[in-house]
């Protein structure tokens, strides 16, 4: 649980990936359930996304705080692990249209020479095949995850 | 005796869109062979069974994130054959416009994010910078403007479909929703910044190109056939038209009717790639390999139907009259004349008056059990052929996407900058960047799916003949 001091002026979550992977839909899940329970705060904005996107700087250049959710596919204590997200200048591939919330960051500094603060919020799946909905597991997982979401928010946006 | 190296680059850790390069040494570190690996949507032809084909444009756009929309339209028009309706005039001018959505962010993400780094910031320039971070310190504007053309191209497709990726719009028998006045008008007033932008990336590539000339005729320039839609004129068709394959001087194969692509297209399994290699039957296996894309519609097609873009392929065809027809480096200047011509496209359909007509879809039952839809994606010709039961669930699904067409010509452009770069099993500085840059000139579509967190390494192995590791090339 990262102990950070955040602006309430302009806050992003962004949960992406593919629902049609089972638990790579966490991101886009965890979104679901956070719009709902924040829907009638102001200053917090909500993307759900199958991938990252270059244009989302103009979203975001004003942001002071982004909150990235996304699967992983490797092991984590206790199934999740949160972040810090610092601008990446170097990480974008060579061979592929993936983006990620470092080089995000990093097109921000770049660009319009902002650096919000920004945290990874990585959120252990178990099973990445073709289907929809995730696994019973992954779902209470992520119940976990929206909590301290919503615990780490309510310090800035109060209750 | 004669032994055999292996180099391995293998770019991307990902659970699905995995690529890697392999390149086979002879005794005397010279290359005797390469081979590009790509996996892609593994399942998804069998996953469709037993679905009900109303679903598929919406499952198989899933497919990709990035051409999402050609998926969709091949789909819808696979499931329209099903149908066995024509969809009305406002539904086949709007799906149009989607469709220029889908190339004005696809050019335009290629060029200014993956692409002008190599041109702009030079090969050998430090891979630190060679980004489009780098491109950004060196030509901001530039930058700024190509990420708002493609969110330009994004909003085309927002306005259409209700959201940039995945939209829900193209359905069997037409479209989902009409465009409002108000988003038409919007987006005609961002016209005049879009071809300004697109005009910046042909002279930055023109330029290039002409104090690099000898690079553009060396690298990966190799004769090939050429395919891609045509209208009736002749002129390049990105949403219909007939499929016509070209020879290595343009001259015509063969043009048909894509519905009876299965008479003239075969498809080679070759078992080191899991990807498929479409070849012309006629001419058989490798033989009848062809290259689509960018390159290969402006060499397939007569001209282009509007004017801007027609003036810039005469310029081309200039320049491809001097032995360049088969660089395919020139992949890039294609590239950005299609662009302009999506521009001069999408502003004609939003300037017609049925653009916001009403009349957007026909609902039926299947007529048919086979529906096949073929469009060009910004990558190339894509190909969605469906088989239905009575009852209209899925029984078959084909499904051929560019990034297979170009299959083999991947494989000899990569081979043709490793044997340059290669010699007596030392790598010279610079190949690594050069292969990267080869497979890249086809944007071959690599980010589909799930993904994965972390950084994507591109690594080289060099083993000798008895399997040991000798040397070791890798950046992150």
């Not at chain 1, 102990?3 to 899940?29: H, L």
């Not at chain 1, 770049?110 to 990585?122: F, H, Q, R």
């Not at chain 2, 060196?138 to 700024?144: E, G, L, N, R, S």
Request: aromatic share 10%.
């Amino acid at each position: 649980m990262p102990n950070a001091e955040t602006k309430q002026s302009s806050i992003w979550i962004i949960g992406y990936g593919n629902p049609q992977r089972r638990d790579d839909g966490i991101g886009q899940y965890a979104v679901t359930k956070l719009r709902d329970i924040f829907k009638h705060k102001e200053g917090i904005h909500f993307f759900a996304l199958h991938q990252l996107e270059p244009d989302l700087v103009f979203e975001l250049q004003d942001a002071t705080l982004i909150i990235f959710v996304d699967a992983a596919v490797n092991e984590l204590r206790g199934g999740w692990e949160w972040t810090r997200v610092e601008p990446e200048l170097r990480s974008l591939s060579y061979l592929t249209h993936h983006f990620n919330p470092a080089f995000l960051l990093g097109l921000l500094q770049s660009l319009y020479n902002e650096s919000p603060e920004a945290w990874m919020i990585s959120v252990q799946g178990e099973d990445f095949d073709i289907g929809e909905g995730l696994t019973k597991e992954v779902e209470d997982r992520v119940f976990e995850v929206v909590v301290e979401i919503v615990k780490f928010l309510d310090r800035d946006l109060g209750s | 005796m004669t032994t055999v190296q292996k180099i391995t680059i293998d770019p991307i850790s990902r659970l699905e869109g995995h690529g890697k390069v392999t390149i086979f040494l002879d005794g005397n570190g010279e290359v005797t062979d390469t081979r590009f690996h790509v996996t892609q949507f593994r399942g998804y032809e069998r996953f469709c069974q037993g679905r009900p084909f109303e679903e598929m444009p919406i499952i198989t756009q899933r497919i990709c994130g990035i051409c999402p929309v050609s998926h969709q339209l091949a789909s819808a028009k696979a499931c329209d054959a099903i149908l066995g309706v024509q969809i009305p005039e406002t539904a086949y001018l709007l799906r149009k416009l989607l469709h220029k959505g889908q190339y004005i962010q696809s050019h335009a993400l290629h060029f200014f994010h993956l692409a002008s780094p190599d041109l702009l910031l030079g090969w050998d320039a430090d891979p630190a910078v060679r980004n489009v971070v780098g491109v950004i310190g060196k030509f901001p504007d530039a930058a700024v403007k190509g990420i708002k053309l493609r969110k330009y191209g994004q909003e085309i497709i927002k306005a259409l479909g209700g959201k940039k990726v995945h939209p829900a719009f193209s359905v069997p028998g037409g479209v989902t929703n009409a465009l409002y006045e108000s988003d038409r008008d919007r987006l005609l007033a961002g016209f005049d910044e879009a071809y300004g932008t697109c005009q910046l990336a042909i002279d930055l590539l023109k330029e290039w190109q002409e104090k690099n000339l000898d690079e553009v005729k060396r690298f990966a320039n190799f004769e090939s056939n050429y395919a891609g839609l045509v209208d009736k004129d002749g002129c390049i068709a990105l949403y219909d038209g007939n499929w016509r394959i070209v020879d290595s001087n343009r001259k015509m194969l063969v043009e048909f009717d894509p519905a009876n692509y299965l008479d003239y297209i075969g498809e080679k399994v070759e078992p080191w790639s899991y990807m498929k290699f479409p070849y012309y039957k006629p001419q058989g296996y490798p033989k009848g390999c062809y290259r689509v894309g960018p390159l290969a519609r402006v060499n397939a097609a007569t001209k282009i139907a509007t004017p801007k873009a027609n003036k810039e392929l005469e310029n081309f065809r200039k320049l491809t009259e001097k032995g360049l027809l088969g660089c395919t480096l020139l992949y890039h200047y294609a590239r950005q004349i299609e662009l302009l011509y999506c521009l001069e496209r999408a502003e004609e359909l939003l300037k017609n008056p049925g653009i916001c007509g009403t009349d957007i879809r026909i609902t039926t039952g299947p007529a048919n059990n086979e529906g096949i839809g073929v469009i060009e994606a910004p990558r190339g010709i894509l190909v969605h052929h469906y088989g239905v039961d009575k009852y209209g669930k899925i029984t078959k699904a084909n499904l051929i996407v560019a990034t297979g067409h170009n299959n083999i010509a991947m494989n000899r452009s990569v081979e043709l900058v490793a044997k340059e770069y290669i010699h007596k099993g030392k790598v010279e500085e610079g190949m690594l960047n050069r292969v990267e840059g080869a497979i890249r000139c086809y944007d071959p579509c690599l980010s589909c799916a799930t993904h994965a967190v972390g950084k994507m390494p591109l690594k080289i192995q060099i083993y000798n003949f008895n399997g040991e590791l000798i040397d070791e090339v890798q950046r992150d």
